[in-house]
């Protein structure tokens, strides 16, 4: 029994915590930085209607069990400095600036925002306040340095770029939240007739108020492509969370999981609901694959950079 403990105690500790290359990691960061600034951008236009004292919602009532600043700070110039601190402090995390600070900012900005208009808010904005709780975590109960990392990583002596080694757990924290996703999605949709029936597709086609892009209508009548519709998404979604976690499967189940969603953004509006998914999914991208990936990136802006100088240099002499 002792033996089967330290087994047991030895895999928990190396899934959450042996350090590893810190790329991931430090995409997802930058990531979120930069969706957390563009829905602050997103929601500017609607400050004085959902958060202002002569909006919509002039008493936001919150419960004992809610948090948020509006409960204590109750003016329209509250909202403006409580946007602002949201915005400045994205831009900084995503820079990896002061990241401490930025990140514990950012949540509790966030929240703030998003607990002063409930009703105006979907699954995507609830989400990325998720993430930006598990970066607020990480931020206070590890060094500064882990959330500071350049997104190309830095310069090693030979010249090459490396990523140094960092805790493992926020990124295993993504993992298991967007794993557990599906399942709670599934069992919630099964308790409907729609989906059970296998029409549930056309009814989300029909909501015209929800409309994106267009949709031929032989798409949008068809019962036969409704149900495969409808049945291909509740088979995806049952299987991601063993696709994900199966080595050999994990990269179909990231394109699989990744092509559903963009299917919905593309025929409903959905808000940050795919952005804040993707970030979940980067998680599932291994450190030494999103390093060859930024590698990649670095080398063609480069290569860029240096036509671009060239072209210029050129025209600088014609002339």
């Keep these: 029994m002792s033996g089967l403990a330290n087994r047991f105690a030895c895999g928990w500790t190396r899934f959450w915590f042996t350090p590893q290359p810190a790329s991931t990691l430090t995409l997802m960061r930058v990531v979120l930085g930069a969706v957390s600034a563009a829905w602050a951008v997103s929601i500017l236009p609607d400050l004085q209607t959902f958060y202002f004292d002569d909006g919509l919602l002039q008493e936001p009532r919150y419960g004992a069990h809610r948090l948020g600043l509006f409960q204590w700070f109750e003016s329209d110039a509250a ?9 400045v402090s994205s831009i900084g995390l995503a820079f990896g600036r002061v990241p401490r600070v930025a990140a514990v900012v950012l949540w509790l900005s966030t929240l703030t925002m998003q607990q002063g208009a409930p009703s105006a808010l979907n699954a ?14 990480f931020a206070v109960l590890t060094p500064a340095r882990h959330l500071s990392h350049p997104l190309f990583g830095e310069r090693a002596a030979d010249g090459s770029r490396r990523w140094p080694p960092a805790p493992s757990w926020l990124v295993r924290l993504a993992q298991i939240q967007l794993t557990l996703i599906y399942p709670a999605t599934v069992i919630a949709k099964l308790e409907g007739d729609t989906w059970r029936e296998g029409t549930a597709a056309l009814y989300a086609l029909g909501l015209q108020d929800f409309e994106r892009f267009w949709v031929p209508a032989v798409v949008r009548e068809n019962l036969i492509l409704g149900n495969v519709m409808t049945w291909f998404t509740i088979a995806v979604e049952l299987a991601l969370p063993f696709l994900l976690w199966t080595k050999r499967t994990r990269w179909l189940g990231i394109g699989l999981g990744l092509l559903m969603h963009v299917g919905f953004d593309y025929v409903m509006r959905l808000g940050f609901f795919l952005p804040a998914l993707a970030i979940g999914y980067l998680s599932f991208v291994t450190p030494a694959e999103v390093g060859r990936a930024l590698d990649w990136v670095r080398l063609r802006l480069s290569r860029r950079v240096v036509e671009v100088a060239s072209g210029t240099e050129a025209a600088h002499a014609r002339s």
Aim: no cysteine; proline share 0%; aromatic share 18%.
């Design 79 to 87: 909202v403006v400095v409580v946007w602002m601190a949201m915005l």
């Design 124 to 137: 995507g904005d609830l989400l990325l306040r998720i993430w930006t709780t598990y970066f607020a975590l």
